[in-house]
């Protein structure tokens, strides 16, 4: 099936055809008035070197009128074989697809709203006959039943037409047409950009993502800035603001010399402010006791990260790198980049 890109915006025409799979564009003169064009022409030949197959109309009131605005279009430079010649349907719209045609050019035949219509737009040669489904909904017709007999109508007798299953409102449109067997089917970039859409299909991918971070990262890559560090002389109140500058719950503690002491938490000073009262933020945190911390290489992986988290049960994690600390892995570091 054909999947043409139907508008007459610039920036969503250069955006749909940068997917790279698009087989055209189709447009309308209300399009280009709704954009505010003016110069038509100028416009046309445009949209002609950015398409692979450009659908415009060929509008008069006779025949002959059709066919000569259809040349005039031509004589502006379009490759006839690139070119589509909307024409509106009507008993001289269907003899001037049909001298068109016979003129090797290409033709589709629109605003088709019955299977009379479709069938002359197919008996003249037309190469594509165009319903409208969603204008044909508005007015409470079976769109659906129409498109699926103009196919019918095509397969059975064989005519060279390609039905196009047009005026698309939303994305089950789009599934209407591919169980119904369109040839060709033209959807604004609105409804184009949802067709890939779907919740699973984000959680899945965005797991995925999740879980190669995980097998991919190093520690080092995914610390944040800053090395929360302070030194065994220092007060537990200024120990509190080097947290709040870091924006981490957790100082490391050290001697003169660099080496580690232990991890000061808010966590503990909580506990420390229960127990003993506000007095003991101006004590030094050499004259706390500490345990061993939690701590892991700066080159490890993530996953091994993880796996640390888990059996130590800590929210916070030492990151060293040659024996000396060079910053803190908090466990939601481990989800956010």
Do not use: W
């Not at 016979?102 to 165009?130: D, P, R, S």
């Not at 890939?196 to 520690?219: A, P």
């Not at 800035?225 to 870091?246: C, F, R, W, Y």
């Not at 061993?292 to 916070?316: R, Y």
């Amino acid at each position: 099936m054909e999947l043409y890109l139907d508008s007459a915006n610039m920036k969503e025409i250069e955006e749909g055809f940068k997917l790279g799979f698009l087989d055209g564009l189709t447009t309308t003169p209300t399009f280009m008035q709704r954009e505010g064009i003016t110069d038509i022409d100028g416009t046309i030949v445009k949209l002609s070197k950015m398409v692979p197959v450009l659908q415009i109309e060929a509008l008069g009131s006779n025949a002959e009128e059709i066919k000569k605005e259809a040349f005039r279009q031509l004589d502006l430079g379009l490759d006839p074989k690139r070119t589509v010649f909307k024409i509106p349907v009507s008993l001289e719209g269907v003899r001037a697809c049909k001298i068109l045609r016979n003129e090797g050019l290409l033709v589709n035949v629109h605003l088709v709203y019955t299977l009379q219509q479709a069938y002359m737009a197919m008996h003249a040669g037309a190469t594509y006959v165009c319903p409208l489904v969603g204008r044909l909904q508005d007015q409470g017709h079976d769109a659906l039943s129409l498109i699926e007999q103009c196919v019918e109508a095509v397969n059975y007798y064989g005519y060279d037409t390609k039905i196009m299953f047009s005026s698309v409102r939303n994305n089950e449109h789009v599934r209407n047409a591919i169980n119904i067997g369109v040839h060709t089917i033209t959807v604004p970039l609105k409804v184009l950009k949802s067709l890939t859409e779907n919740i699973f299909s984000q959680v899945g991918t965005e797991q995925f993502f999740r879980d190669t971070r995980m097998m991919m990262v190093k520690v080092k890559e995914a610390i944040r800035p800053g090395n929360p560090i302070v030194s065994s002389e220092t007060i537990i109140k200024d120990a509190l603001v080097k947290m709040t500058e870091h924006k981490f719950g957790t100082v490391v503690v050290t001697h003169k010399d660099g080496s580690v002491i232990g991890i000061f938490t808010d966590g503990d000073l909580r506990r420390l402010l229960q127990k003993e009262g506000e007095h003991i933020l101006n004590k030094k945190l050499k004259e706390l006791e500490y345990k061993t911390p939690v701590s892991i290489d700066a080159n490890a992986i993530l996953n091994e990260a993880a796996a640390l988290f888990k059996q130590t049960n800590v929210d916070t994690i030492m990151v060293t790198d040659g024996g000396k600390p060079v910053g803190m892995l908090d466990i939601q570091d481990l989800k956010n980049d």
